[in-house]
C-alpha cells in the first residue's frame, strides 16, 4: 500500500488482512470483488493472489478491466483512498474509506478508523439508500470541485497554456519516474 496508510490508517495498512476482515463482515449473500491498483500489478508474488483467491467470497478482478462496470454495480464501495470512491460518489454509490482522502471535504463517504466498527458501519450504510437527497449530494460534489478549482488550479482563459504546460511538465516527469522504478 501506500507508505501514507502506514500512518494515517495503521490498521489497514496490510492490505490482505483488510480483505480477509472484510469477507468476515459482510452480510451473508455479499461477494467481495478484489481489484489490485494497476502500478501494483506484477509487484506481488503469485502466492499472494492464490491465497487471497481462498478467502470465502472473495472474487478476484483484472486490474485492467473497466473499473466502472464494476462500480456501476456495486452496492457498497471499499476504499483506503482510491480514485475508485470518488467515481463511486459521482456515480450515487455508497462509499466506505479507510484512510484519509482527497474527497473526504464532501462528506458523501464514511471513513472507518477502527476495525471494531467494520461491520457495524458495512450493514448501517448498506441500510441507507446509496444517496439520500440527489439535490444535496450534487451540490455537496459540487463545491467540493469549485474549492479544488479555486485553489489549486486557475481557470480563467488567460492561465490556459500555463495550466497545460504544468500538465505536459507532470506528466512526463511521472513518466520518467515509472521507467526508472
Known sequence: PEQALNYQAPFWTNQYNTVSLLTTVLPAGFRLLVREHRLNTGR?????????????????????????????????????????????????????????SFYDAAGLAHRVRDPELLARTIVEMLDMPPVGDATDHDDALGRMLDAEWETTVPVDATDAGAVLDLLARNLTERRLTEKVA
Open 44 to 100: 506481488r508474488p503469485t502466492r499472494y493472489y492464490k491465497d487471497m483467491a481462498k478467502l470465502p467470497g472473495v472474487q478476484l478482478i483484472d486490474a485492467f478491466d473497466d473499473q466502472f462496470k464494476y462500480i456501476r454495480n456495486a452496492d457498497l464501495i471499499v476504499t483506503d483512498n482510491g480514485s475508485t470512491g470518488w467515481e463511486g460518489l459521482l456515480l450515487g454509490k455508497r462509499v466506505l474509506t479507510l484512510a484519509d
